[in-house]
C-alpha cells in the first residue's frame, strides 16, 4: 500500500495521509484516488463503499499506485469496509486481464463480480428460543410437552417455527419462556447446507470412461491444463467430469461448472444430487436475489463447494476454485453480447490459467476453435465415441423437399409423417424441431402486399397465436392480432407466411387427432417451472409429439425418444455469419442426437431443399470429422478465427444519417497497421434495433497481431461519438447481426 505524505493546516492533522486507488463501477479506463479514513483498515482487494459524484457506489480498493496529480484536498474518503473477504490477488489480476481483452473498464468488469450487493452484508440472524437445560414448566400440559420434545436437544427455533412443528398456538410458546423454561436465542436465518460428498460411490464407468476420467484426476490440485472433452450424445461426458468434482472436492478446493440453459437444469441437479448426495449450488438470472446472495457469501468464505451456473458464474470470487468445467462448450450462450461483451468459454480458460488449476471443455459437437486447439496441443483432447448405454447413434436420413415435400400449405413431408406414426405404433415418442417460436414469422396482406413490421426494429413481427399477439422478438414490441389490414382496410386479406412450431403443431394435430402434443418453447407463459414441468412430462412418456425450438436440442435424457424430425434444417445456414456452417451443423447433430439416446434404435430425418450443401451433407453421412476437417481448412484459407482475429465495432444512433456519416468518419480515421483489414461501415443486417440505426466495422488481423493494441490506438485518435451514437467494441464477435 502506497502512502502519500501531505501536511494540512491545522495542527491535528499531521498524520499521513493514506490515498489508496479504488475500482469503481463505470466505464473510465482506470481507477481513481480516495483517501482512507484512519479508523478503517484496507489492503488491496478490500470492497468498499466510496462517494462517487453524487451517488454512493461500491467498489474495490486496487493494485498500483494512486494517481498522485490530484489535488489531495478534492480527494473524498472511502466511506465503508465491508465485511467480506478482500477480492483475491488473481481475481483482480483476472478482472484486469478481462478488461484489457475485451476492451471493456476495469470498474464495468469488477461490476460483475460484485453484481450481488445484497451479498455484502453478513445476513442478519433470526431471533429464536432455545430450551434451558434442566428447567421444567411448573405444569405440564400436552401443548407444552409436544413442545419439550422438540426442544430437548439444545436446538434453537424460530418462535413460529418451533409452534408449527410442535402444533401448538404461540402462546404456548411464550409462556415456557416466561415459566424460565426457554430462552431468547439468535439463529442463522439458513442453517448451512451440507457439503457434497465424494465419497458415494458413482456409477460403475466403462473402461473408456474410467480412462478418461483418470485422466481428469491426475491433473486436479496440479495447477493449469486444459482439456477437451469430445463425446458423441450419450457418452456420459456428465459422469466422467463429476469424478475430477470429487477428486476437486476430496483436494478440499471448490468446483464450478458452466451449463448453457441454466434455467432448464432439473434434471441436471438431480444427477448431481444422484452423485454427491445433494444439490450444488444454482447461479443464475432466475435465482431469487437472497439465495444469490447466500450463494455468493459461501462462495467468497469457502462455505459452498460446487456451483453450477450460467456464464455471469465465472465472476463468482471463490475462496479456492480448483476445478472449471464447461459443458456444451460450443454453445453460442456462453457469448454475452451487450456491456462488456465477453466468451465465457475462453474467459474460463484465462481464468484457470491465471488462478492456476485444470479448465475442462466438453461437448459432442466442440466449437472449431476448440478443436485446433487440440490440434496445435494447447488442450488435451479426450475422445468418447460410444454411447454409455451401447445404443448406437441414430441414422440420419435426408427428405429432399424439392420433389418429396408435403402440399402447399403443409409442412411436413409424407415421408416424415410415415416415420411419425410408425414411431407412434411403436409406443416411442417423436421430437420435431423447427428452431422458430410462434405461429408464423410473416404476417401479409393478400389485397395490398402490406407486411407487418417492428417499428422500432428491422423486423417482421412474429404472429404468436396462442397469446393472440404479433411480437417482435428482437425489442419485445407486441400488437394484438388485427382483423383486417392497416394499409386498405380489407378484412379477411390477412395471411400468415411459413412456419413457427405452434403453426407445425396445427398441422400435427390434424395428421395425429388421439396423439399427445406438446410445444417446447420459451416464450410460453409460465417460465421454466413450466418448461422444467414438462420436460419432466415428456421423459415419463406422458407426451407422443414434441415440437420445441432449440430449447429441446439441449442436455435432457428423454428415453422413449427414438425419432427427431428437423422441420427445415436451411434455416440457419441462409445468413451470412461466417459461423453458420458450425452452427447448424451443431445445433442439428445436437438435436438429432436425442433420438434413441438410451435403447439405441434412434433415427433423424432432415427436411432439406439443399441435400448436397456441406453442412447437409455431413449430417447426413455421420462424419463429423469429415466436417470439422473441411471447416477448419476454409478457415484457415479465408484467415477467420482461429486463424485470424476478428474484432466488430458496432456504432448505433437516434438518426440514420448522423450514425452513417460517424461510422464512415470512423473508418476514416482507422490507423494503417500490418496486415490489419478494415471491412465497412456496412448497415448491420439488423439495421435498425429498438429505435437505433446500427452500422458495422470489422477488423480482421492474422494471429500476430495486437489487435486490441490497434483497436485501442484507433479509438483514441478516432473523432468521438456525439449526438447520443455510440461505439461498442466487440473483440471474437459471434453475432453478425
Ligand atoms: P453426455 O453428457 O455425454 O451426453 P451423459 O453423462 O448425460 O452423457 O450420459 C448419458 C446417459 O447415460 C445418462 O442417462 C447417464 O446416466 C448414462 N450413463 C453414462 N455413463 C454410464 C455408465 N457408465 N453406466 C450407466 N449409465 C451411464
Ligand atoms: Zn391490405
Ligand atoms: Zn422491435
Given amino acids: 500500500m502506497s502512502q502519500q505524505h501531505e501536511f494540512f493546516g491545522t495542527s491535528q492533522m ?7 486507488p479504488v475500482l469503481v463501477p463505470v466505464a473510465v479506463a482506470g481507477a481513481y484516488s480516495y483517501k482512507v479514513p484512519a479508523d478503517l483498515d484496507v489492503r488491496p482487494g478490500s470492497i468498499v463503499r466510496v462517494p462517487l459524484g453524487p451517488r454512493e457506489v461500491i467498489g474495490a480498493v ?57 451479498a455484502l452484508e453478513p445476513e442478519p440472524l433470526l431471533s429464536g428460543v432455545r430450551y434451558i437445560d434442566g428447567m421444567q414448566p411448573d405444569r405440564m400440559t400436552p401443548a407444552r410437552s409436544k413442545v419439550m420434545e422438540l426442544v430437548e436437544n439444545g436446538m434453537a427455533w424460530t418462535r413460529p417455527g ?22 431468547e436465542a439468535m439463529l442463522p436465518a439458513t442453517p448451512p447446507l451440507p457439503d457434497p460428498d465424494p465419497t458415494l460411490p458413482g456409477r460403475k464407468l466403462t473402461d473408456l470412461q474410467q480412462g478418461a476420467a483418470n485422466q481428469l484426476c491426475e491433473a486436479i490440485g496440479k495447477g493449469f491444463k486444459a482439456f477437451l472433452i469430445d463425446g458423441v450424445t450419450g457418452s456420459g461426458k456428465t459422469e466422467v467430469y463429476f469424478e475430477a468434482v470429487a477428486e476437486t472436492l476430496k483436494n478440499n478446493e471448490q468446483a464450478l461448472i458452466l451449463i448453457p440453459e441454466i434455467a432448464l437444469t ?35 468464505n469457502g462455505e459452498v463447494k460446487v456451483v453450477v451456473g450460467a456464464r455471469s458464474a465465472l465472476f463468482l470470487p471463490f475462496h479456492r476454485l480448483g476445478l472449471l468445467v464447461v459443458d456444451e462448450e460450443h454453445d453460442t450462450a456462453y457469448k454475452q453480447d451487450d456491456r462488456v461483451p465477453y466468451n465465457a468459454r475462453d474467459m474460463a480458460v484465462v ?29 488435451t483432447k479426450i475422445v468418447l465415441p460410444e454411447r454409455a448405454s451401447g445404443a448406437e447413434m441414430p441414422t440420419i436420413k435426408g427428405i429432399d423437399m424439392r420433389c418429396d415435400g408435403p402440399e402447399r400449405g403443409k409442412w411436413l413431408a409424407p415421408a416424415l409423417v ?31 402486399g402490406h407486411r407487418f413490421h417492428c417499428e422500432n426494429c428491422s423486423a417482421w413481427l412474429v404472429e404468436h397465436r396462442f397469446k393472440g399477439k404479433l411480437v417482435c422478438h428482437h425489442c419485445g414490441y407486441s400488437q394484438p392480432i388485427p382483423d383486417k389490414c392497416p394499409e386498405c382496410s380489407n378484412s379477411d386479406s390477412l395471411v400468415a407466411c411459413g412456419p413457427g412450431v405452434e403453426r407445425i403443431a396445427e398441422d400435427v394435430s390434424a395428421l395425429f387427432p388421439e396423439a399427445r402434443v406438446l410445444v417446447l418453447s420459451s416464450d410460453l407463459p409460465g417460465g421454466t417451472e413450466r418448461i422444467n414441468r414438462e420436460m419432466k412430462l415428456v421423459e ?5 409429439i414434441v415440437i420445441g425450438t432449440q430449447l429441446v436440442a439441449k442436455g435432457h435424457n428423454f428415453p422413449l425418444m427414438t425419432l427427431v424430425g428437423v422441420v427445415d434444417a436451411d434455416l440457419g445456414l441462409a445468413n451470412g455469419d461466417p459461423r453458420a456452417a458450425e452452427r447448424t451443423f451443431q445445433l442439428l447433430a445436437q438435436v438429432t442426437g436425442r433420438a434413441g439416446r438410451i435403447h439405441g434404435k434412434g433415427r433423424g430425418l432432415l427436411q432439406t431443399y439443399n441435400p448436397d450443401q456441406p453442412v447437409i451433407k455431413a449430417l447426413l453421412s455421420g462424419n463429423p470429422e469429415e466436417f470439422y476437417a473441411a471447416e477448419i481448412e476454409s478457415r484457415e484459407n479465408a484467415g477467420l478465427p482461429p486463424f485470424g482475429r476478428l474484432a466488430a465495432l458496432i456504432i448505433s444512433g437516434p438518426d440514420r444519417s448522423l450514425t452513417e456519416k460517424f461510422s464512415k468518419s470512423l473508418a476514416v480515421n482507422s490507423p494503417s497497421s500490418e496486415g490489419v483489414q478494415i471491412l465497412g461501415p456496412a448497415e448491420a443486417a439488423m439495421a435498425l ?39 461498442q467494441v466487440d473483440v471474437d464477435p459471434q453475432s453478425f447481426m
Fill in 689 to 727: 434495433v429498438r429505435g437505433r440505426y446500427r452500422f458495422r466495422l470489422l477488423a480482421i488481423a492474422p494471429r500476430s497481431v495486437d489487435l486490441q493494441g490497434f483497436l485501442r490506438n484507433w479509438l483514441s485518435v478516432a473523432p468521438k461519438p456525439t449526438g447520443g451514437i455510440r461505439v
Fill in 418 to 448: 410415415n416415420e411419425i406414426q410408425q414411431t407412434l405404433t411403436n409406443g416411442n415418442q417423436v421430437l420435431l424441431f423447427l428452431n422458430r417460436r410462434g405461429y408464423a414469422p410473416l404476417t401479409l396482406c393478400r389485397t395490398c
Fill in 62 to 118: 486496487w493494485d498500483g499506485e494512486p494517481d498522485t496529480k490530484v489535488n489531495p484536498k478534492k480527494l473524498k474518503s472511502i466511506l465503508h469496509v465491508y465485511d467480506t473477504p478482500p477480492i483475491a490477488e488473481d481475481l483482480r489480476k483476472y478482472i484486469d486481464w478481462v478488461a484489457a481483452w475485451t476492451l471493456g473498464a476495469p470498474g464495468m468488469v469488477l461490476r460483475m463480480v460484485l453484481r450481488s450487493e445484497e
Fill in 162 to 183: 418451533l409452534a408449527g412443528a410442535a402444533g401448538v398456538s404461540s402462546s404456548v410458546i411464550d409462556g415456557l419462556k416466561k415459566q424460565g423454561v426457554l430462552e
Fill in 540 to 544: 415419463e412418456g406422458e407426451v407422443d
Fill in 266 to 300: 432439473n434434471q441436471f441437479l438431480n444427477r448431481f444430487e444422484d452423485r454427491f448426495g445433494v444439490r450444488p449450488a444454482e447461479w443464475h438470472s432466475q435465482v431469487p436475489p437472497k439465495r444469490r446472495a447466500r450463494t455468493w457469501r459461501g462462495v467468497a
Fill in 351 to 379: 481464468r484457470g490459467h491465471i488462478s492456476g488449476f485444470p479448465v475442462v471443455l466438453a461437448s459432442a459437437t466442440p466449437s472449431v476453435e476448440s478443436q485446433v486447439n487440440a490440434k496445435l496441443g494447447r488442450y
Fill in 14 to 20: 499531521c498524520e499521513p495521509e493514506v490515498i489508496v
